[in-house]
């Protein structure tokens, strides 16, 4: 009997799933005026908080921006064409890292006993553990809130030492990057999406 190759599509995902997380979804700076109500936010979340960390840390922090004020003394802190996005977005999330994630891990990971003992005393191992795996988290984030319907426009170019001062003095947080959030007005950029590098030009196999 002759054997029988079975194909296999190569995406588990139907396509208008994938072109809504990926091909279709831009990095967003234009926007529509529809409000984003927290629920919308939190079903996000309760998607990417199921995303891997090492040792299911989950050190990444939001801070949520809605307010005219809020979003004032945020602007101060972000850099040249960056004022101008997160004025321009319904909402503006400043993703941070906690350093103190340790303080959760009896809770996160209980198959680890005294690990939140352990770590206490490390605070250089804790903090490269924090912006490791916050940023890792910040990367299912985006791509949670395609999920629930929403663009993201996320960005650096901001002074992270005022905004740390600004807004996280007491609770220690140590900003990474901020994402702007709505819902896009058309594709939500105003250029075509840019060409991006094929498996064979960043992959090795041996």
Known sequence: MTDTVLETAPLAID???ADRLFRHARSTSLWTDAEIPDARLEAAWDLAKLGPTAMNTLPLRMLIVRTPEAKQRLIEHMGGGNKAKVDAAPVSLVLAADPAFHEHLDELFPVYPGVREQLA????????????????????LVVALRAAGLAAGPMDGMETDGIDREFFAESGWRSLMVVNVGEADGEGAPHPRNKRLDLEQVSRIL
């Open 15 to 17: 396509e208008t799933a």
């Open 121 to 140: 005393p490390a605070t250089a191992v804790r903090e490269e553990m924090a912006r490791k795996n916050a940023l890792l988290q910040a990367g299912y």
